[in-house]
C-alpha cells in the first residue's frame, strides 16, 4: 500500500483527499503547514506528498524542492486554486511531478495519483539499474586492472628470472618512479601507466646473454654494448600492442640523458618524454643504492646527491626536485 501526505491548511481539502485517497486503498497521512510536513517526513516516508502551494508560512513550493532534495523517492503533487504563469513555472522549477487546480475532480485526481506514483516507481528503477551498471562497471575494471597488473608482474619475473642479481629492480623502480611522478603533479592515470612501465622497463633485458647479464665483474665495452641493446628490444617486443600510454617509447627512452649522451638514440631534453625522464632517474637511483657484485652498494644519501649533482645536465631539473620532495622514509622503504 502505498503511503501519501496531504499537506494543505484548508482542513476541508485534507478532508475530501483523505475520502478519495482512502477509497482507492492509500494511506493517508496529513500536515496543515511545511514544518508539520518535514517533521512527519523524518518519521513517516512518504510515497508521494500533496503540496498545496499558498502554505502559511514557508510556501508549498519551497517545501516541494525541499523534499525533491532530502526525501529523493517521494513524488510531489502541487495543488492550487491559482492557475498563472508564476505559479506553474514554480511547480516545474521544484520538479513536482503533477499539478492539480482546486476545486478537484475526482477521477482527474485518481489519474493524476496514479500516474505520479508510476513515475516515480519507474525512476526508483532506473536508478537502481545505473547503479548497478555502475557498480558493475567499476568491478570488472578493477578484475581487469588487477589482469593486467598480473601480466606485467609475470612479465617481470621472467626478466628477473634471467637476471638474478638484480632481482627486485624493475619493481622497486616502478614504485620509485610512481612516487616520483606523483610529486611531479601527474595525474592518477599518468601515474598508473609508469607504474606499470618501471615493472618492465628492463623487459629487453631478456635478448641479452644471461651469461653477460650475469657477470660477477665489470663487463668489456663489447658486453655492455649488448647490455644497452636491451631498451630498444624491449621496446620492440611491445610494439604492435596498444596500451593507454606510451610504454614502448618509456621504456625505448629510460636510458636517454638529457644531454644527448644517453641511448639508444641520443635524443636531448625537449625529444625525450617526462616519463622516460622519471624512469631514468628511478633507475639511477635504484641501482646506485643497491648492491651489486662488482660494488658495494652506495646507500641512499649518496645515490641522491650524485642525481642532485648532475641535475640539469643528464636529468631534468623538476624530475631531480620531484625525487628531493618525496619523503625519505617512503624512498628508503622502496630501496630496501
Ligand atoms: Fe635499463
Redesign the pocket.
Known amino acids: 500500500m502505498s503511503n501519501l501526505l496531504v499537506v494543505d491548511d484548508d482542513s476541508l481539502v485534507r478532508k475530501n483527499l483523505g475520502r478519495i485517497l482512502t477509497g482507492q486503498g492509500y494511506y493517508c497521512s496529513f500536515a496543515s503547514n511545511s514544518s508539520e510536513a518535514r517533521k512527519h517526513l523524518e518519521t513517516q516516508p512518504a510515497d508521494l506528498a500533496f503540496c498545496d502551494v499558498e502554505l502559511p508560512g514557508e510556501s508549498g513550493i519551497h517545501l516541494a524542492r525541499y523534499i525533491k532534495h532530502h526525501h529523493k523517492d517521494t513524488a510531489i503533487i502541487m495543488l492550487t486554486s491559482r492557475d498563472d504563469a508564476t505559479t506553474v513555472d514554480g511547480a516545474i522549477d521544484a520538479a513536482a511531478d503533477g499539478y492539480m487546480l482546486k476545486p478537484f475532480n475526482t477521477n482527474e485526481m485518481i489519474i493524476s495519483t496514479r500516474n505520479a506514483l508510476q513515475k516515480r516507481k519507474l525512476e526508483i528503477l532506473n536508478r537502481k539499474y545505473r547503479q548497478h551498471l555502475e557498480e558493475m562497471l567499476v568491478e570488472r575494471t578493477t578484475k581487469l586492472k588487477n589482469a593486467v597488473n598480473n601480466i606485467f608482474l609475470v612479465l617481470s619475473r621472467m626478466v628477473e628470472a634471467k637476471d638474478p642479481y638484480t632481482a627486485g629492480h624493475q619493481l622497486r623502480v616502478s614504485e620509485l618512479a610512481a612516487a616520483i611522478f606523483k610529486e611531479y603533479g601527474a595525474t592518477k592515470d599518468h601515474v598508473e601507466g609508469i607504474r606499470l612501465a618501471g615493472m618492465i622497463?628492463?623487459l629487453g633485458k631478456i635478448s641479452v646473454p644471461a651469461d653477460i647479464l650475469s657477470k660477477p665483474s665489470r663487463l668489456t665495452k663489447l658486453e655492455y654494448d649488448l647490455v644497452r641493446t636491451?631498451?630498444r628490444s624491449g621496446s620492440e617486443i611491445l610494439k604492435g600492442f596498444q596500451f593507454p600510454w606510451p610504454i614502448a617509447d618509456m621504456i625505448l627512452q629510460?636510458?636517454e640523458r638529457l644531454d644527448g649522451t644517453g641511448y639508444p638514440q641520443g635524443l636531448t631534453d625537449g625529444d625525450i618524454l617526462p616519463e622516460a625522464k622519471v624512469l631514468g632517474v628511478a633507475?639511477v637511483l635504484e641501482a646506485m643504492a643497491s648492491y651489486r657484485p662488482y660494488r658495494p652498494a652506495l646507500g641512499l644519501d649518496k645515490a641522491l646527491s650524485e642525481i642532485e649533482s648532475h641535475r640539469g645536465k643528464y636529468y631534468d631539473p623538476d624530475v631531480v626536485d620531484a625525487l628531493l620532495r618525496v619523503d625519505r622514509q617512503e624512498v628508503a622503504a622502496i630501496l630496501q
Open positions: 622497463h628492463d636491451h631498451s629510460h636510458h633507475d
